[in-house]
């Protein structure tokens, strides 16, 4: 083989290897506040915090900070980020949060005794961003609640101090705590079933934001570490599979591409 041809080969290869290098970059690259949403047929594959399905579910690391309510203490909090991963069946949703805490507390029946606890809130009507305090009168959030104390609720909100519990809830919950870590999975169905609980769209994104209370710093109600809204990749777009494949093609395309119109130019230059 002629060193030119060599030559050639070698550019040729390079631009596989750099279609390789750089598709993971955009496969990667996430936009702000979005918490990715794995897909898959099989809910037994969901089953609590460690089901197969949530090997293949990307988390997001969802910052918090004090939800600045005014109560005593309420800028006291002491969980700083909480990890979101999501999965969605035909039917189901199930959202898995998790966070370090260096104690657990899973009783409140004692005098300043309180329980860890967490909370996943959506806009009650999933095209209407509410405000992110608890939502408002005319604009009302769903609150999933998991405490420590054995209790799981599914809530209505229209302001702060204004939660009320949906009495026909079939939100399930599934809490393990292991080497300091607090692991919660909630799953609902995605129909809402009634007016002002919400309904989990498949062709659009969802607002949501997390909530997380450390028993062991006395934090309860207005007291706790809150996220801002971030939303649920639910729908098409950046977020979703098909668009990272057309990224991924695109990028290997040009490459390509551009490695072949240089051979083309190289060849051309040396047979004239």
């Not at 800028?75 to 979101?84: G, K, L, Y």
């Amino acid at each position: 083989m002629r060193r030119s041809d060599l030559a050639l080969v070698c550019l040729l290869g390079l631009a596989v290897v750099a279609t390789t290098a750089v598709a993971p970059t955009f496969v990667e690259a996430r936009p702000a506040y979005e918490i990715p949403v794995h897909y898959t047929v099989d809910d037994d594959s969901v089953e609590g915090a460690d089901g197969e399905a949530w090997d293949r579910a990307p988390a997001a690391t969802v910052p918090l900070s004090s939800a600045g309510a005014n109560v005593p203490g309420g800028d006291d909090t002491s969980v700083t980020e909480a990890s979101v991963a999501v999965v969605r069946t035909e039917e189901t949703l199930h959202v898995r949060v998790s966070w370090a805490d260096p104690s657990r507390n899973v009783s409140n029946e004692e005098i300043r005794s309180f329980a860890d606890a967490v909370a996943v809130q959506f806009p009650a009507n999933a095209s209407n961003r509410p405000p992110i305090a608890m939502g408002s009168t005319d604009n009302p959030v769903n609150v999933w609640y998991w405490s420590g104390a054995n209790a799981s609720e599914e809530l209505l909100a229209g302001g702060p101090g204004t939660t009320t519990q949906f009495p026909d809830s079939t939100m399930t919950t599934n809490a393990t705590y292991r080497d300091g870590r607090w692991t919660v999975t909630f799953s609902r169905a995605l129909d809402g079933t009634s007016a002002n609980r919400t309904t989990v769209p498949t062709d659009e994104d969802l607002d949501v934001a997390i909530a997380v209370w450390n028993g062991g710093n006395m934090e309860r109600s207005g007291q706790k570490a809150a996220s801002e809204w971030y939303y649920l990749a639910l729908g098409p777009g950046p977020a979703g599979p098909p668009y990272e494949a057309i990224l991924w093609t695109v990028a290997g395309i040009g490459i390509v591409v551009t490695t072949l119109v240089t051979i083309e130019g190289v060849r051309r230059t040396r047979g004239a």
